[in-house]
T-cell receptor, first 116, second 111 residues
Framework: DADVTQTPRNRITKTGKRIMLECSQT?????MYWYRQDPGLGLRLIYY???????NKGEISDGYSVSRQAQAKFSLSLESAIPNQTALYFC???????????????FGPGTRLTVL | RKEVEQDPGPFNVPEGATVAFNCTYS??????FFWYRQDCRKEPKLLMS???SGNEDGRFTAQLNRASQYISLLIRDSKLSDSATYLC????????????FGIGTKLQVIP
C-alpha cells in the first residue's frame, strides 16, 4: 500500500463550488505539505503543517484553507473554486533527519483538479 | 531572478549518451540541495541529495558549486528508462527551512 495517499485522484468541478482534497499518510511523519503544480511554474507551496497544532501559509495560500485532523491527515479546501485553480495538487510529508536524507519529501500520487 | 532556475529542455539524447543538467539558485544562504525525478503525470521522487563534496550513485553524479551557486546532475550511459523530468530542489535557511522546487528539466532518451 502507498505511504501517502490522496483522494480524489481526479476531479472536475464548476466555478464557485467548494472542494476538499484529502491526504493521508502511514509514514508517521509530523510534517505535511500541500503543493500545486502548473506547467512552466513548477511546484509551489500552498500550506504546510509541522504538527497537528501548527499550520502555516505557503507562498500561494489565497483561496485555499487547510485542516490537520490528525498526524496522518491533512486536507486542502477550495472554498469557492475558480478556473485558475485548475492544477495538479500534491500532498507531501517529511521527517527531518530521517536516514540522513535531510528534508526528503515523500509525495502522494497527486490530484488532478479541473475547475470549469 | 527566480530563486531556482532550470532549463526546461527538452533534452533529447540517444541511448548511451552522457547528459548534464545545471540548476542555479539565487540565495547564497541555501543549505541543502536535491535532485528529484518526476515521471509524466506522477509524483516527484527523490533521486539524490547533493553534497558539497559531490556524490555519485551508479550512473548519476551530482555536484555543488557554492561559489557560482549552481548544482549539476550528470547521467552517464543514458537508458530509455531515464526519460523523465528532473527537478532541482533547494532548501534555504530560515526559521522554516524553505524548500523551493525548480520547474524541472525534461529528458527524453531516444533509442
Amino acid at each position: 500500500d502507498a505511504d501517502v495517499t490522496q483522494t480524489p485522484r481526479n476531479r472536475i468541478t464548476k466555478t464557485g463550488k467548494r472542494i476538499m482534497l484529502e491526504c493521508s499518510q502511514t509514514k508517521g511523519h509530523d510534517r505535511m505539505y500541500w503543493y500545486r503544480q502548473d506547467p512552466g511554474l513548477g511546484l509551489r507551496l500552498i500550506y504546510y503543517s509541522f504538527d497537528v497544532k501548527d499550520i502555516n501559509k505557503g507562498e500561494i495560500s489565497d483561496g485555499y484553507s487547510v485542516s490537520r485532523q490528525a498526524q496522518a491527515k491533512f486536507s486542502l479546501s477550495l472554498e469557492s473554486a475558480i478556473p485558475n485553480q485548475t492544477a495538479l495538487y500534491f500532498c507531501a510529508t517529511s521527517d527531518p533527519g530521517t536516514g540522513g536524507k535531510d528534508n526528503e519529501q515523500f509525495f502522494g500520487p497527486g490530484t488532478r483538479l479541473t475547475v470549469l | 531572478r527566480k530563486e531556482v532556475e532550470q532549463d526546461p529542455g527538452p533534452f533529447n539524447v540517444p541511448e548511451g549518451a552522457t547528459v548534464a543538467f545545471n540548476c542555479t539558485y539565487s540565495n547564497s544562504a541555501s543549505q541543502s540541495f536535491f535532485w528529484y525525478r518526476q515521471d509524466c503525470r506522477k509524483e516527484p521522487k527523490l533521486l539524490m541529495s547533493v553534497y558539497s563534496s559531490g556524490n555519485e550513485d551508479g550512473r548519476f553524479t551530482a555536484q555543488l558549486n557554492r561559489a557560482s551557486q549552481y548544482i549539476s546532475l550528470l547521467i552517464r550511459d543514458s537508458k530509455l528508462s531515464d526519460s523523465a523530468t528532473y527537478l532541482c530542489v533547494v532548501n534555504h535557511s530560515g526559521g522554516y527551512q524553505k524548500v523551493t522546487f525548480g520547474i524541472g528539466t525534461k529528458l527524453q532518451v531516444i533509442p
